[in-house]
Nanobody, 126 residues
Framework: QLQLVESGGGLVQPGGSLRLSCAAS????????IGWFRQAPGKEREGVSC????????NYADSVKGRFTISRDNAKKTVYLQMNSLKPEDTGIYYC???????????????????WGKGTLVTVSS
């Protein structure tokens, strides 16, 4: 059974850092595009970052470029999101997502993903 489990969320002050992890089980991560999405209270879910199967292509939302870094370790079946210089507007539930595909690229659209974790809460506040 395919499963994605996020961890690493919490309360952090503005300017601080967090690293989110997403543990995959029940499938071989190598064949999947992976991504991170977030949803703030009262807002729609939005794409934060995604990475191609090979890791050679990444995509970031303009709001996080230069601050967030996505990575993957297929051997450990884990996906990461390093978040630096956090801002209050980064607050929300962060979701890990994946989709099995033969495509070389990835898109930052929730509709482009098939499998989802349950999310981890990130709160940026002083």
């Amino acid at each position: 059974q395919l499963q994605l489990v996020e961890s690493g969320g919490g309360l952090v002050q503005p300017g601080g850092s967090l690293r989110l992890s997403c543990a995959a089980s029940g499938f071989t991560l190598d064949y999947y595009v992976i991504g991170w999405f977030r949803q703030a209270p009262g807002k729609e879910r939005e794409g934060v970052s995604c990475m191609s199967r090979s890791g050679g292509f990444t995509n970031y939302a303009d709001s996080v470029k230069g601050r967030f870094t996505i990575s993957r370790d297929n051997a450990k079946k884990t996906v990461y999101l390093q978040m630096n210089s956090l801002k209050p507007e980064d607050t929300g539930i962060y979701y890990c997502a994946a989709r099995r595909t033969v495509q070389a690229l990835c898109v930052l659209s929730p509709s482009g993903m098939a499998d989802w974790g349950k999310g981890t809460l990130v709160t940026v506040s002083s």
